[in-house]
């Protein structure tokens, strides 16, 4: 049996626990986080200790592994105190919101034998998985140009009501490092490594003190073109949306589905869309 440990008493956290009752062999032990009342909620719900200080969280029986869903700020630090008790870590994205501290909680598992995730639960969409099996296999011939688009909206108060979302302390950033991260892992993961960046970012509508609205031209190693789009400013909001060319024909992808399949030459079997399903 794992025994996990849960950082967070946001929403996150509850989606992290079910995901962990749904697991065989797996267990929630015990939750950390600053609102006792929301830890005291998580704990009840699920069976498992509360608290409210990190040491004696890291000081409870047993425990194996631990699952970060604190503001982005705090990741690599409370990795890293993890990570010191041999416990394996698995932390929401962003892994932190410096380089420098990112590096720090890598070298510090790495030291220690320890397994280091993200949660870009996006790549094992079943979806994704085809998408990224038929770019690998040559289905879409030479890539020539994407587009990524998470046009979405979040009402002011989503801000105003949280301690550290739009903050540069805590969040870090805002529409590209919070709500765009995952699209940006999903075009780093299907088509490569980003040679060159140009981008742009405003706080266009937000009283906050990081982006809300960003574009970007992207330069891929292999050769093709791009251009992101992140935004929390877009009413009343639109699912992500990613665009794929090559030689051999045109994927658009939206939310986790593909949504059309325009290809030269058919794969035998097809690729069946949701329009299909």
């Known amino acids: 049996m794992i025994n996990f440990g849960i950082i967070g008493g946001g929403g996150i956290s509850e989606t992290h626990a079910r995901a962990v009752a749904e697991t065989e062999g797996a267990t929630v032990s015990a939750f950390l986080g600053a609102n006792h ?113 998470v046009k979405w909206y979040r009402p002011p108060e989503y801000y105003a009501g949280s301690r550290w979302r739009g903050r540069l302390d805590l969040d870090g950033g805002g529409a590209l490092m919070n709500q765009g991260v995952h699209t940006i892992d999903l075009l780093l993961w299907l088509l490569g490594d980003v040679e060159r960046v ?17 574009v970007a031209t992207l330069e891929f190693a292999n050769g093709a073109v791009g251009t992101l789009e992140a935004a929390t400013s877009v009413y009343p909001g639109y699912d992500r949306r990613i665009e794929i060319t090559g030689s051999e024909g045109t994927i658009i992808f939206e939310h986790d589905r593909i949504v059309a399949a325009d290809l030269k030459n058919p794969l035998p079997g097809g690729i069946q869309t949701s329009q299909d399903a």
């Open 37 to 149: 009342e929301k830890v005291a909620q998580l704990g009840a719900r699920h069976n498992a200790a509360t608290f409210t200080d990190i040491g004696s969280f890291l000081n409870h029986k047993p425990l194996d592994a631990v699952m970060i869903g604190s503001p982005s700020g705090l990741h690599a630090q409370q990795g890293i105190e993890c990570a010191r008790r041999g416990l394996h870590v698995l932390v929401e994205k962003p892994i932190d919101i410096t380089v420098e501290q990112a590096d720090a909680l890598i070298g510090e598992c790495d030291q220690r034998n320890l397994k280091l995730a993200v949660c870009f639960q996006d790549r094992f969409a079943s979806d994704s998985v085809r998408l990224k099996e038929l770019i690998d296999n040559g289905g879409l011939g030479k890539l020539i140009l994407v587009s990524g688009r």
């Open 198 to 214: 140009y981008a742009k970012s405003l706080t266009a509508l937000h009283d906050i003190e990081s982006e809300d609205t960003l």
